[in-house]
Nanobody, 112 residues
Framework: QVQLVESGGGLVQPGGSLRLSCVAS????????MGWYRQAPGKRRELVAT???????NYADSVKGRFTISRDNDKQSVYLQMNSLKPEDTAVYYC??????WGQGTQVTVSS
């Protein structure tokens, strides 16, 4: 049984930074791609960033140059470093593992 647990969300001012973490249970982490998605109120869930098992990354255009996804296979964790945050980044952020496994989400609010 795969479980994903996110942490690191919170309230931050525009221009600030946050680092999200996601810890995975199970034995397949190191061979699966991982991703971060987000869903703002009244909007569809959207891709933020993905990272393959080999470490190749992909980003939504809206976060390129500001967000960085990384993974630590020994800790079975994936991270999302978010810099230069904007109010439009406000959303619930979800960790996802290849195979359609999802975490419970962590709220990120960017507001002054």
């Amino acid at each position: 049984q795969v479980q994903l647990v996110e942490s690191g969300g919170g309230l931050v001012q525009p221009g600030g930074s946050l680092r999200l973490s996601c810890v995975a249970s199970g034995s397949m982490f190191r061979i699966y791609a991982m991703g971060w998605y987000r869903q703002a109120p009244g909007k569809r869930r959207e891709l933020v960033a993905t990272i393959s098992s080999a470490g190749s990354t992909n980003y939504a255009d809206s976060v390129k140059g500001r967000f960085t996804i990384s993974r630590d296979n020994d800790k079975q964790s994936v991270y999302l470093q978010m810099n230069s945050l904007k109010p439009e980044d406000t959303a619930v952020y979800y960790c996802q593992m290849q195979g359609n496994y999802w975490g419970q989400g962590t709220q990120v609010t960017v507001s002054s």
